[in-house]
């Protein structure tokens, strides 16, 4: 593929050429040469634009095509007695510039054609004009070829300097893609092997967490967490780089994003007191399909860079969907009050490996590829990203990433038979950041837009009396400063007919013998609509509108893993959704045990002496069919390279889950899996 100089450089060849011609035709009007060449030279010279302009044929033959017509042109104009004395001129220049192009027989060719013309002058050959042989012509005749052949040799010296240089830089790029190459896989190696120690190091923390609220080992756990997200991270940044992002679709509920939003913040050491609104339009569709592990994955990723920026204030996350025929643009803004970038750092971070606090004291921590890892997701799923910031004065990312409706009734929405109006009671100045404000207000006023209720602001409380008195209010909702300022006001006024509804801090409870009903925050409209659909009935307000956990009761399963610490954290950790659980140390050993039991499902790890667990998934597949029966045979591995889960489909597994466990991944996997058999006790999670 021809590169950006290379345009450059043949633009202005064609321009030359083009610029000689015009000379060319003018000297031939003057001295009255031969009339019919014009009309050659013209359409010759548009054909050079032509070409040039459509990029056809390929452009070594264009490269050509420009040489033959310089050639013609010249021996044309050299050919005749008055161009003698300037042969030499037009020559050293058709050197000069065509030398651009790397060719050193193109500099032979017009070498050769200057001593041809030379020697039709000299010898008065046929067509040639004779030369008079005075002192004078014979020593101008000498300086010119001495030029001639000058800019030859320099010309010879400088294609030949460029082309070593090129050389050069091809074995250079070659040693630092080779390098990147090892180093990425060095990576990918690492990050794999890294994952069996920390799933036993979270399987069994999570384990022992249930058994004991030890503060040690929830701090153990959330470092097995973190370790886990950055070796997650790795990868993704090396599939990313290599652009072999796998998108794999399945249907998700749109509130299932704001639950990842708000379950991450909630996860986060928010010793900054920040504020999280998030925004979520009730006119979304209320199931969409796409690649919903990577969706949740982005998000995980710039609420993190939001925080980890943003020393006071909050963030603000958007979500919308903006329709595009029979499916939607699903639109993210994600807008913080952090510290901002110039254009050089957004360019810089969108490359990866980038750290926008490099001092040794940095008060941020990560490693610098979450950004990068957000374009590559959301390129490979056909989206865009777009990043407006300032220094000192915060950042937003917009991203807008194609999805194909599945159900597209809203996905909140207040019941038919609600009446009444709302207020929404926070101080304007109780946010050192005003944004902050802005925030809230902008939420507010899309959730009531959006399923179609009457709101109205009230920022003091004589505000809130004077609109109760004025409206028919039933719905009050505020912060937790403001219903501490006035406890004694909103406690009775909870206890007649209107709701009030506080969003605080976890842990916050209202008075004794109070009303108040308790949002914890962040503060978003999925526990809004519950209380406005159910008023003080409303229950579980911190369940975000997903089902319990799901108990897979009467399902037999057997683990099989080389690793005996794989084998106690797997069934630990299943055991928990009132499986029966079983374990195997080989692929042989599982088959016998399959053999002897007839498990419901398998979880088979892939790399095991003696026999893999592809070959040993076939076996037990093949003793089923014997038996008469049916059973799911899951990959359980730390292979999670791109393609890895397409490769143990393609093999025959019924399922995918990587280590470290996700057990969301597993719910959701069990889920879709035993459905067909009937067998599953919960709901739907997706």
Known sequence: ????????????????????????????LLLGWEFWVPFISIP???SLWIMHLLERPNYRVRKVYYFMFAVMMLFYHGV???????????MALAMVVFSLLNHVIMLHVFLGEYFFLFLIHLLNLPGGDPISADKLTVSVVVLHVIAVLFVYFVCIRSVNSRMELERMNQEKDG???SYESDMEDFLSNISHELRTPVNVVNGMSDILLRKSTNEELGSIKKAGLKLADQIEDIQDYIECKREKVLIEEDDYMSTSLIHDVVTVFRNMDNKKNLELVV????????????DIKKLHKIFRLLTQNAVKFTRKGGVYIKLYAEPVGVDVNLCVEVTDTGIGMDWQTIHAVSNGLYQVDKKRNRSTGGIGLGLFIVYGFVHAMGGCVKIESEKRNGTMVRLAIPQKVVDAEQ???AKDSFEGDLLFHVRPDKYSVPKVRDFYRSMAANLASGIRVPLYPAETVKEVERLCDKLNVKYIFMGQEEYEENTVY??????????????????FRANSGSSVMVMPKPLYAYPVIQILNEGRQASDIAQEGHSLKPEFSGVSALVVDDEPMNLVVASGLFREYDMEVETADGGREA?????????DVVFMDHMMPGMDGVEAMKEIKKAAAEMGKKVIVIALTANAVAGAKEMFMKEGFDGFIAKPIDMAEFERVMLRELSVQKKVAGGDRS
Do not use: W
Request: hydrophobic share 45%; aromatic share 6%; net charge neutral.
């Open 1 to 28: 593929m021809q590169n950006e100089k290379a345009k450059r450089e043949e633009k202005f060849i064609v321009f030359i050429i083009s610029l000689a011609l015009i000379g060319l035709m003018i000297e031939n």
């Open 44 to 46: 010759g010279v548009a």
């Open 80 to 90: 005749h007695k008055t161009s003698f004395v300037n042969l030499a001129i037009t």
């Open 175 to 177: 040693r630092i893609e």
């Open 279 to 290: 925004d979520l339009d009730p006119k979304a569709p209320s199931r969409m399909r796409g």
């Open 411 to 413: 996905c909140l929405k």
């Open 490 to 507: 909103f406690d009775e006024l909870s206890k007649g007919e209107i709701v009030v509804a506080v969003s605080a801090e976890p842990g």
């Open 591 to 599: 088959i016998q045990a399959y053999r002897e039991n007839a498990y």
